[in-house]
Structure formats: C-alpha cells, structure tokens
C-alpha cells in the first residue's frame, strides 16, 4: 500500500474541480440570456476532460493515491470517460429544451452538472468507504437542486422532494451498513477490508449486517426493485433534460460503487450478497417489466424499463464469483459493464429524441404522442425503431450483444433457470417496445404536430447516437474486449 | 475434397449474396423519394437482380460430389466469445440461397404499382429482409445464425404492420411475440452449447459435440420452440393465418416462400444432427404433430371463406409434411421435405400472388364475393388453375414431386403413416379446387366482377416466370436432387450414429 501523495493519479478531478468553479465565475459575470458562452466551456470541459484520461489510460497510469481513498486503473478510466460523453450529449440534447423552459436563466444546469460529474468520478475512483460515500453526497446533493432547477413547476418540485428523501434514506442505509463493516473489520480501506475479511477474524453477524444494508443502500442507488419505487417519479416529473443527467452518467458511477463495495471490498463475502442480488435481479426483471407494459407516459415506461435492465446488470454481477471458475470472474463482470454502458448509450438517445420533439408548452411525453411520426420525420422514426428494438434485445442492435453476454455468464457460473427466467421476462418487455415502434409506424399521425426545426448539433449527435446502436450491434467485438480487459486488469484476479 | 476446394473459389460469393441486397436497401432507402416513385422501384429491382446475379456462381460452381461445405469463408467477429464470422453452404442450403434472391425479384416486381405509400421503406425492407434471410442459410456460426433469424423479424414486422389489413398491428405484435418467445428459448440452448462445446458457436463443432440424453433432449424441445413456431407445426401454427391475411402481398410471399422454411432448415441444421438420440426418440411424436398438420390443418382449409386464409392454412399442411420427411429418417423422405420446400416456395408464393392480382381489382379476399372469374380474365385464370392443380400436388408439377418422394419414403418407414400421409393429395385437390371452382367458374357473379380487367403484362410476367419455375421442377427434378442427395446423405449418416 503507498502512503504516499500523488496528485497526478487525481488529475482529472482536479482539473474539473479547478474549470467547474471558473466557469461558474464566468457565469455570474455572463449577461447573455441562454448562457452560450457557459455552455461551450462546459462542453470544452468535458473534451479536454476526455483528452487527460484518454491520455493517462493509454499511459498507463494506475495506482492507489491519498492512503488508498482514491483508486485509479483502467476501470476508471473507461467510466470516466463514458460519463464525460454521457453529460456532454445530455447537455447538448438538452439545451433548447432547457432554453425554452426558463432553465437557463442562470447558468446552475451546467455548473451543478459539473459538479454532479465531479462527485461520480469521486464514486468511480474510489478505494475506501469514505470516498464512496462523500462522492455519492457530492453528487446527490448536485442532483437534488437540479430536479428542483424549475422552481415554478409543482410536478418538478414534487419529485425533487422525493429524490430527496428517498436519496437520503439511501444514503442512511449505505452509510448504516459502512459503519457496520467498519467496526467488524476496523478498516475503511476496500483493500484492508477484503483482507480482515478473507482471514475471517471478524464479527461475521455484524458484517453480514452490514452487507444488507449496503445492498438496499445500493439497490436504491441502482433503481433495483423492491428499492425502486423513487425511480418512475422523479423520471416523469424532472425536466426532461434533467431526468437524463441522473439516469444517464450517474447509473455508470453506481455500478462502479457497487463493483468496489461487492467485489473488491466484500469478495469474501459473495456467498452472502449473491442470493440477495439474485432477488433484487428477478424482482426488478418482474416489476420493471409487467409494470412498463401498463404506463401510457413514454418517461414512465422508460423508467420501468430501467429497472428491468438494472435486473440484467444485477445478473451479471452475482455470476462473477463461481467456485473453481476464476475466469468467469471477468468475463461475467466484463457483461455487466458492457451492458450498462451499452444501456446508458440507449438512454441517451431515448430521452434525446423525447427532447428533441418536445417544443415550448408541449412535452412528448405520452407514447401517443409519437403517434405517426414516421410520416413527419422518417429519420427520427428509424432511430426511435433502433433504440427500441436495442432495448428489446433484438440483433444485430447492441442491446441483444448486452443481453447474450450476461446470459453467457450466466450459463457459465451455472444459473440456467436464471437465464431462462431472464428470457421469459425479456419476452414481456419485447411487447411494450413493439408498442412505441408500432405507435411510430404504424399509427396515423396526429394532425399539428409538426416538430420544430431543430439545431444541426443536436440532431447530428443524435443520428451518431442512434447509427453507434446499430454499428456497436453489428461490431460488438471492440467495445466487450475493451470492458473485459478494464475488468481484468482493474480487479486483479 | 480437393474438387470442392476447387470449385469453392475464394471469391466471397456468400459475403455479396447476404450485402448485395442489403446495402440496396439501405441506398433506397437513403436515396428513395416517394414523390419520386419511379426512381425507388427502379433502384429497387437493380439491387433485387444483382442480389440474384451474385447467387449464380453458388450453383455454377457447386460441386455435387461432397457434402463438406462450399464457398466457406471465415473471420473472426466477437474475440471475446469466439463467435465467427462463418459463412458457408452445402446441398441442402445452397437451393434455398437462389430461391431466396429469386423471390425478392418477383416481390419487387408484385410491389410495383401496388404500393404507393412510403414506397422507398417497402423495398428497402425486403431488400434487407431478403439479405437477412440468404444469411440464416448461409451461417455456420451459431450466433451468426441466430443473429440474421431475428434479425429478420424486424422488417417483417414493419411490413405487416405499415402496409398490412385493416387488422394489420394485431397480426404484427402476434407475429413477433410468438416468433420471439420460441427463439429467446433456442438462445439459452445456443449459450448451453457453447458452455459444453468448450467455447465454440461453430455449427459444425456443435453437430460433433457429444451429448448424454437429458441435454440432448433438453436442446432439443428448446430448439423445437423456435423452429415448430416458424415452420410452423400444429399447434403453434395459429400465429401464421392471422399474419398471411393481414400481410400485403409481398409479404405473404416472403413468408410462404422463405420465412417458413426457416424454422424447416432449422431441424435439419441444428435439431436432428445435434440432438440425434433425441430426435430419434421424439421422432414418434415429431410425426404425430405432422399428420396432424397434414390432415387435421387440411380439413381445416376447405372450410375456409377468406382466399388467403386458405392458402395459408393449405402452407400449414403443405409444410406438415415437411417436417414429416425429416423424422423418418430416410434419404426419400429428407431428400423430399427438401424439395417440397423449394416447391412450395414457388407454389404457394405463386398463390398468393395470384389472390394479390385478385386484391388489388376487387379488394376483397372473400370467396363469396367471386364467380365466374374466367369470362373476364381467361389468362389469369389459366395461371390460376395451374398453380392450384400444383399446390394439390398433380404430377408434372412441382407439388408433386416432393409429395410423392416423402409418401415413398413414408410407406417405406411404416404403411400406416404413408396411407395417412397421402390422404393429403385427397384433401389438398379437395380445398384448392374447390376454390378455384368458385372463384374462377360458373357464371359472373356480379358486377365488379364484370368489371375485372385481365393480367397486364408485368402480372404475366411475374406469373409466367413462376409458371415455369412450377413445371421445370415439376418435370425434371433431377438438378434439384442432385444438389442435396450427397449432403442428405451424410446427414443421415451423422443421424444415425447415436452421440451418447
């Protein structure tokens, strides 16, 4: 373990740290009414944030800093840089939304945006239960403020108010269960722990205690069900620009939280955490899936459709640890990561194109909203056709190369009935994204409703968006190595 | 082996057969205007005729005498599961490569003025279903394979749904979702293979894979799931009506023509070679399923009222015996499902064009509404008369031929089940000419039927060329048989040895 200081390892969060604050000045200083100048720092932000780790990756820059609270390895490196292209397209989708809605009259969006990115990275980089749980606030606390940006919409303001709480509780319950393990092992460093751990000199019931209240405390910040029940609201009543902040880049930060806790930290104790994730994974296929096919709001049957793919995640991690199968280790956690950063690339079109038909005073939040709009925008349908059938899991779209490589792992750690039990639900969650292609194809559209003209950006990052759907389906390879190496090399096993 | 490593020169003909159409569709789709008809449906039909073109040399340079696979070509694709780009055909695959190029030029033909709505997306997706579907036949990786399967529900479900009947999203969703749940079954039991085959999604490893009998049978009902759904076989066929009616004509075609025969080369690329013992010892109920096809489904299409209907139920019969063929195990009865395969491609998509050509005059598909069709279209119902006397199985047709091999082998494996299976000579003449009858004689039944103007020339050539396809095979099987007879034959070889 290095004792040692090394700031060069923490570069990426200093460097956001150092701009997020610039620009916040810089933005009290602007006068212009849609905050243009603060809205490309932010986005040259997010670029030269992506040079620094695209650099430091390839460098090989890996290594344990601040006496082991900040971890950085290939792992982080690819989160990290997935969250900075998350946040960028979310803000360029959602900047004439935001515009139109009054929520740029100061420049908060993209400063507490920042800020909510600083705090993910925190949780990605972290090596101890203290830089886990600061990270998580950090970015909560940024998150809270942003559902409640429109001060003078009640269904905003409510859901703000039930992040909040239910967000709080969570918080509770994770940092319950971190003062559980911390006085079972003595430590708060993950590597410490794991050790006091494997030696079994600990108070077992406390930290099996512990473990449960890490995985509701998790299973909240995942949207896992029974944990769940926050996430259909707050999705239906932020601002659409604002419900992609939180469901896009801060889902990949909870599975890096969830990966260090279970598998670095706690690794000795999988035969506790495996049967609840088993439980948390079948609930949420359940839940997620049967509920999304009732709901008549798009938003709200994405967020059902959410906790339906966190199942799958969920999946993937519990076949890591199979007994005499060390490589199944990461493969399975390799499908579980391909598959979340494959699901927030779906999200981020979804709700982009939500956004992009949206207009002042009209939100196309209702699915029949998208009624006929193959006639009107052929484009936007075929992409719409893609992002659905991904979610499906129909190939060659990349979500079926998600799906085949956790049930892979899945077969492989032995779950059959598992994986067969994931089909089936996979089955019911085909009807309700069938129902969106044919409301988009087959439905005559509705008389004015013609989409506003959009900016060029806009629609070009979400054609990439959308074309990325179909070439990461059809060449699946690059992208699943790059997460099994990440994996394999992160984890050391 | 060396003949066939040289005829399968290294040229990618397989890698063209499968883009060829597919990169067509996507440049109609791009370039096609619909105010601009004339400029899709001719970009159209160039990307359906070079997708045939590039077939060609699959059967000038096939080489009869082996039962390896030809034109094989390989690549690596997913590193990271040892999933392979795998191309490659042998006897009982190549026919369907041709036949599935050949369908998408009468497809493109039968849309030509029929469909004035969204033009450029109705091409485009059949141009991409039919690459799609030429690289089910072709894979020889199991992903790969299941893959372009699913891959093709996807524009079938556009084509229902868009250009379809009036209770077009019905037959859609109904269409996709039980496809769907027999092939999400069939995955789990691909991954199985893979965990048991140490890593490989290679066919060819699978079929040498050894297997003790819980798994085999296991893979095998997960198997049957998918492909009975497609094929499809009583009871699982109710999907097949609904979207044969609602589908536009083209549609219907595909899915008589190929789609179907899917699921049928499904069985004999996966199911009988992988899961032999279980294929044996299921093959009792595999046959019950069958006659059951054949004749309890037969029954059901004479009483039908709606012409399509009955043809689609007459498919459920016709591919009844089929799979018949294939659990008797014997070179007449395989080799025969294989050429009432291709048979019925060319007989029942005739049919449907033929009740298309009807449609699009009158717009109603009732028997009912017809009578006496002869004294105003006598070309049409020349064609009409031929292609229901082959759907009935009349010798000197394609129908027959394949009929009579499986019955041969039929009566060759038990007398019972062959009696049983000709009784569907009986009932095929029964529900074809029956309507032919009452659509096409008699006296004119009404006025809009008066009105009826005969064949123009694009719907006699399209019906003209089938006409031919119906008789040549009809008359001179021979090149057909040849192809398959030596891969047939090893199959039964790999069939017969027990993988215990």
């Known amino acids: 373990m290095e004792s040692n200081i090394n700031f060069a390892l923490a570069l990426p969060e200093i460097l956001l ?313 990461s493969m399975a956690y390799g499908s579980a990561l391909f598959y979340m950063l494959t699901y927030v690339l779906t999200t981020l079109a979804s709700f982009g194109i939500i956004m992009l038909l949206s207009r002042q005073g009209f939100e196309c939040e209702h699915i029949d909203d998208l009624k006929g709009l193959n006639r009107r925008s052929p484009w936007r349908a075929a992409i719409v056709l893609l992002l659905m059938f991904s979610l499906a899991g129909i190939p060659p779209l990349v979500g079926f190369y998600a799906k085949l490589a956790v049930l892979q792992a899945l077969v492989e750690a032995g779950h059959v009935t598992l994986a067969v039990v994931a089909v089936l639900f996979s089955l019911v969650g085909a009807f309700y994204y069938l129902r969106v292609v044919k409301v988009v194809y087959f439905d005559e559209p509705v008389a004015e409703t013609e989409p506003v003209s959009t900016p060029c950006c806009q629609r070009g990052v979400l054609s990439i968006n959308g074309a990325l759907i179909l070439i990461l389906g059809v060449l699946p390879g690059g992208l699943m190595a790059l997460c099994v190496q990440a994996i394999q090399s992160s984890l050391g096993q | 082996m060396m003949a066939s490593e040289m005829a399968s020169n290294n040229f990618p003909w397989l890698t063209l057969a499968i883009f060829v159409p597919i990169v067509f569709g996507l440049l109609v789709l791009a370039l096609g205007r619909d105010d601009r008809p004339g400029l899709t449906r001719g970009l159209s039909l160039i990307g359906a005729l070079a997708g045939f073109v590039v077939t060609i040399p699959l059967y000038t340079g096939f080489d009869n005498t082996t039962a390896a696979m030809q034109f094989v070509e390989k690549a690596s694709w997913i590193e990271a599961f040892n999933v392979n780009y795998h191309l490659g055909i042998d006897g009982i695959s190549m026919w369907f490569v041709l036949l599935t190029a050949f369908i998408t030029i009468i497809v493109v033909l039968a849309g030509w003025e029929v469909i004035t709505s969204r033009v450029s997306q109705y091409m485009a997706a059949f141009l991409i279903l039919s690459g799609l579907m030429v690289g089910v036949f072709a894979a020889l990786d199991g992903l790969l394979f299941y893959t372009f399967f699913e891959a093709t529900l996807i524009p079938m479900y556009i084509i229902v749904g868009v250009w379809g009947g009036p209770n077009r999203v019905y037959a859609a969703f109904k269409f996709f979702l039980y496809t769907l749940m027999g092939s999400l079954l069939t995955l789990v039991a691909f991954i199985y293979l893979w965990n048991v085959s140490g890593g490989s999604f290679d066919i060819l490893t699978w079929q040498q894979t050894k297997l003790g009998y819980t798994p085999q049978l296991l893979i095998f009902i997960a198997l049957l799931a998918a492909f009975a759904v497609k094929v499809p076989m009583w009871p699982v066929h109710t999907w097949l009506p609904d979207a044969h009616v609602e589908a536009p004509t083209g549609g219907s075609v595909v899915l008589a023509a190929i789609m179907l025969k899917l699921g049928a080369y499904g069985f004999l690329r996966f199911s009988l070679p992988i899961a032999p013992d279980a294929s044996h010892s299921l093959a009792g109920l595999m046959i019950t399923l069958s006659l059951i096809a054949v004749i309890y489904i037969g029954l059901v299409a004479i009483v039908q009222d709606d012409m399509k209907k009955l043809v689609a139920y007459s498919s459920v019969a016709h591919m009844g015996f089929v799979t018949l063929g294939f659990f008797i195990f014997n070179t007449a009865g395989v080799e025969g499902a294989i050429v009432q395969m291709i048979s019925h491609g060319f007989v029942s998509g005739a049919m449907f064009l033929c009740i298309g050509v009807l449609y699009d005059r009158m717009h109603s598909r009732r028997i009912a509404d017809y009578g006496g069709v002869i004294n105003v279209m006598p070309r049409f119902v020349t064609f009409f008369v031929l292609f229901s006397m082959a759907n009935s199985g009349l010798p000197a047709t394609s129908g027959f031929v394949g009929e009579f091999m499986v019955i041969m082998g039929a009566v060759e494996h038990n007398f019972w089940i062959g009696l049983l299976a000709a009784t569907a000579l009986i009932l095929g003449a029964s529900y074809s000419l029956w309507m032919v009858k009452r659509v096409a004689f008699g006296d004119i039944a009404n006025d809009h039927v008066r009105e009826l103007a005969d064949l123009n020339r694009r719907e006699f050539f399209i019906l003209g060329v089938m006409a031919i396809a119906v008789l040549y095979m009809g008359i001179y099987p021979k090149p057909f048989t040849d192809v398959m007879h030596v891969s047939v034959e090893a199959l039964l070889q790999h069939v017969a040895v027990s993988k215990l």
């Not at chain 1, 090989?60 to 997935?82: C, N, S």
């Not at chain 1, 050790?195 to 077992?204: A, E, F, P």
């Open chain 1, 17 to 329: 740290l150092v701009l997020g604050l610039a620009i916040l000045i810089i933005d009290v200083l602007s006068r212009h009414p849609e905050r243009k100048t603060t809205f490309m720092l932010t986005l040259a932000s997010l670029a030269a944030l992506t040079v620094v780790s695209l650099v430091q990756w390839h460098d090989g820059v890996q290594g344990r800093t601040f006496d082991g609270l900040y971890v950085t390895d290939p792992l982080a490196h690819l989160l990290k840089i997935a969250s900075y292209i998350a946040v960028g397209a979310t803000l360029v989708y959602g900047r004439l939304y935001a515009q139109v809605r009054n929520m740029l009259r100061g420049g908060e969006l993209y400063v507490l945006t920042l800020f909510a990115l600083l705090g993910q990275m925190v949780m990605i980089s972290s090596g101890s239960l203290l830089s886990i749980y600061l990270g998580l606030e950090l970015m909560s606390l940024a998150l809270y403020a942003l559902i409640a940006l429109r001060r003078d919409d009640a269904v905003a303001t409510e859901a703000a108010m039930k992040y909040f709480v239910l967000g709080a509780l969570a918080s509770g319950f994770l940092l319950y269960g971190m003062s559980m393990v911390y006085g079972a092992t003595g430590h708060l460093d993950l590597q410490q722990v794991a050790q006091v751990v494997q030696s079994g000199n600990t108070q077992q019931m406390a930290l099996v205690f512990g473990v449960v209240f890490l995985v509701a405390g998790l299973a909240f910040k995942l949207g896992a069900a029974p944990f769940h029940m926050w996430v259909p609201d707050v999705y239906q009543g932020s601002p659409t620009a604002v419900t992609l902040i939180l469901g896009a880049a801060p889902k990949l930060a909870a599975f890096a939280i969830t990966l260090r806790l279970l598998v670095d930290g706690l690794h000795g104790l999988a035969a506790d955490w495996q049967p609840m994730l088993m439980i948390l994974a079948v609930l949420s296929l359940a839940i997620g899936n049967l509920t999304a096919i009732v709901q008549s709001n798009f938003k709200r049957m994405l967020a059902y459709s959410t906790i339906s793919h966190t199942g799958f995640v969920l999946l993937g991690l519990l076949s890591g640890v199979v007994e005499g199968k060390p490589g199944a280790a």
